[in-house]
């Protein structure tokens, strides 16, 4: 059975680069992946828990949605370097060709790639900004909680990324256990209060 169009854009392989031609197609990818999961949990409870949240369904989905494609556009981001030395580019083309680059010029020249590099992970924080306002719009605490733990952990994952400069196509960025169990206590200790989670995400970002 042939595999859908939408999965057989990027093509693995050294001697074979081919990358995502537009940034409508990397947004139509992140959705597929993630974008759709952040809608369907949200139709699952909002059909499933009463009271589910304090905004309409309408925007409920919407930032579901930008919540689950900015998720995946921060893997996206954070897997580029091995992507790369896979043959594999998520980075849309006309965006390259801009600064001057082909997807096999990256590795080589990787400080004109920040940039574009940056510009990207700019969108994933908006996506993760549209994550917390969704779960701050949550009214039960403890799934409140559970929404807001992945934004947590992204935003930290940004951070990270930002931090490692030129050198984060040859570094793994990834949040220690440590920060992470830290920040479930935090979101345990504060009952899963709004206030608490803004400051809990900004901290995380820094």
Known sequence: M???AQLTRIRAGPCAWRALATAADLNEY???IAGCVGEFWTHMCAR??????????D???ELGR???AGLQLINILRDAGGDLRAGRCYIPNEDLNEAGLTPAQILKEPAKFIPVFRKWLNQAEQG??????????VSHRRIRAATVLPA????RTIALLRDAGDAVLDEKVKVPR?????MLRSVAMSLASRPALQKLFRKALQ
């Open 66 to 68: 930008r919540y689950g």
């Open 128 to 137: 993760l900004n549209a994550g917390t306002e969704y779960s701050l719009a």
């Open 48 to 57: 499933h828990v009463r009271d589910f949240a304090e905004r309409p369904a």
């Open 2 to 4: 042939p595999m859908p």
């Open 59 to 61: 925007q409920m989905l």
């Open 152 to 155: 947590l952990i992204g935003a």
């Open 30 to 32: 992140t959705y597929l």
């Open 178 to 182: 440590y920060e992470v169990r830290s």
